[in-house]
Each structure stands twice: as C-alpha cells, then as structure tokens.
C-alpha cells in the first residue's frame, strides 16, 4: 500500500506513489515497521522528508499528484503560503475563500499530503483544533510535534 515508510518522532511517515508521483503521505503509529523506498520517486520523498525532520526549512520538490474539489484546493493553497513557524485559523482562511470554517476544517482534514501541504500550521480559534479528522489520539500528538518541530521560528508576540 506504501512505497516508503520511516521514521519520525513519535510516528512512522508513509509514503503512496502512483504514476511516478507523490498521491499520499499518511502518519501512522510508531509500532509499524519501516519499509525501504519501492521506487525513485519513494526514495526522493523519503529524502525530502528525512531532510525536513533535520531542517524544517527545508523545501519540498516532489512530484505531486493533488486531487480535490476547487474549494479543496483553494484551502490547500491557503495552507502552502503559510510560512514555517506562522498558524491561520480555520475562520481566517475561510473568510479568505468565503466559505465556513468546517468546510476549510473538513478540506484540511481531506489534505492527502500532509507536511508537504502544511495542514498542521492551521488551528482553531480556541486551541490546536484537529488533525486528519481526529480530535484526539496520535493524530493530535503528531500535530503537536510537528509544530513543534517548527517553533523555533515562532514569533513572540508582546
């Protein structure tokens, strides 16, 4: 099913390929074993990702196969301009595309290649909101760690 898994804090990365693209990247628990790069392009992305978890700005150049509504992609395309150590709430970018923030919730949730598509800097309102349609679990532990991961760049605001 993946053509790449490996190894992250807290998680193992998959990776999907299908006509030499990139279709899915997928979080999924730490007990689940690493598998090797199964083409090229599996290899290229687990070099990107494996540069990401050094530098997390570092910069993705994968192939990519995205697929989704017009809605879908606007919300993606809202969530790539944001930058490294910056969040956006689900109603500000709705507002953005005049649409309800659960639709941009629901698109950010159908986001099929997470960290690439950075769903992870969108957030409620009133906390860290959800993540791949949890609301808790690993998921949630996976959101954490990423923005974490990126915090150093963080700004402090008075």
Request: contains cysteine; aromatic residues 6%; glycine residues 8%.
């Amino acid at each position: 099913m993946y053509d790449v898994v490996i190894e992250f804090p807290k998680m193992k990365v998959a990776v999907a390929t299908r006509d030499e693209r990139v279709v899915e990247i997928r979080f999924l628990p730490p007990a689940v074993e690493a598998k090797p790069p199964a083409n090229a392009v599996a290899a290229l992305a687990a070099k990107q990702l494996e540069q990401y978890l050094e530098n997390p700005d570092a910069r993705f150049d994968l192939p990519l196969l995205i697929e989704g509504s017009p809605l879908q992609r606007g919300v993606w395309e809202a969530m790539r301009a944001i930058p490294r150590g910056k969040t956006r709430t689900y109603g500000e970018i709705a507002r953005e595309l005049g649409a309800e923030a659960q639709v941009v919730g629901q698109a950010c949730g159908d986001n099929r290649l997470p960290i690439v598509i950075p769903c992870h800097r969108v957030v409620a309102a009133d906390g860290i909101g959800g993540f791949g349609h949890a609301t808790g679990g690993y998921l949630l532990e996976v959101k954490r760690w990423l923005l974490m991961h990126e915090a150093p760049a963080f700004e402090l605001k008075p």
